[in-house]
């Protein structure tokens, strides 16, 4: 059964890059024709998905966050990453690693603060 | 982008009552790729429902979806006390961006 864990820094300053990593457990991340999201949730607020990258490398992102997003995947490691740059308070949210619709990370919470 | 709105926003019903919560798609959900996430308080979304209709592992069968198109249900039979928790929809189709709806609160009457 596979498994996702979000890590990085919970603390960021503004302007600063967000780095998270999502560690794939159970299963390889090259198996199946599958692709793997970044979701984001704000504290008592919706979802919003983020971007999505396939084993490929390749992307989409999600339009309203297209100029500052970057994801990549190490298949050696079974991981894939993000990266959200210029950070602003607007960005703290709880992050989740996705392989929707079946299988979530446990979410980490990122704070921008300074 | 496709855009889903749930309804109502809060749902108050009580135990043993039937709860049935709305999703509306501002267009056609490719391949009814359309699923239900129940979320409690400080955790990660739980797959309900993906298809539209197929309960995912593990799910009580008083949990039901239904719904094509633009229009799709969650159907909660009877009510259990877990069952109190924010429900989210979710459309998945290959055709990004991937969106979700605003949330139904459904409360404890």
């Known amino acids: 059964q596979v498994q996702l864990q979000e890590s990085g820094p919970g603390l960021l300053k503004p302007s600063q890059t967000l780095s998270l990593t999502c560690t794939v457990s159970?299963?390889?991340?090259?198996?199946?024709?599958?692709?793997w999201s970044w979701i984001r949730q704000p504290a008592g607020k919706g979802l919003e998905w983020v971007g999505r990258?396939?084993?490929?490398?390749?992307?989409i992102y999600n339009p309203s966050l297209k100029s500052r997003v970057t994801m990549s995947v190490d298949t050696s490691k079974n991981q894939f990453s993000l990266k959200l740059s210029s950070v602003t308070a607007a960005d703290t949210a709880v992050y989740y690693c996705?392989?929707?619709?079946?299988?979530w990370g446990q979410g980490t919470l990122v704070t921008v603060s300074s | 982008e496709i855009v889903l709105t749930q309804s109502p926003g809060t749902l108050s019903l009580s135990p043993g009552q039937r709860a049935t919560l709305s999703c509306r798609a501002s267009q056609s959900v490719s391949g009814n790729y359309l699923a239900w996430y129940q979320q409690k308080p400080g955790q990660a979304p739980r797959l309900l429902i993906y298809?539209?209709?197929n309960r995912a592992t593990g799910i009580p069968d008083r949990f039901s979806g239904s719904g094509s198109g633009t229009d799709f249900t969650l159907t909660i039979s009877r009510l259990d006390p877990e069952d109190f928790a924010v429900y989210h929809c979710?459309?998945?189709?290959?055709?990004?961006?991937?969106?979700f709806g605003q949330g139904t609160r459904l409360e404890i009457k």
């Open positions: 298809g539209a209709s």
């Open positions: 159970g299963g390889s991340i090259t198996s199946g024709s599958y692709y």
């Open positions: 979710h459309q998945y189709g290959l055709s990004p961006p991937v969106t």
């Open positions: 996705a392989r929707p619709p079946h299988v």
């Open positions: 990258i396939y084993t490929s490398g390749s992307t």
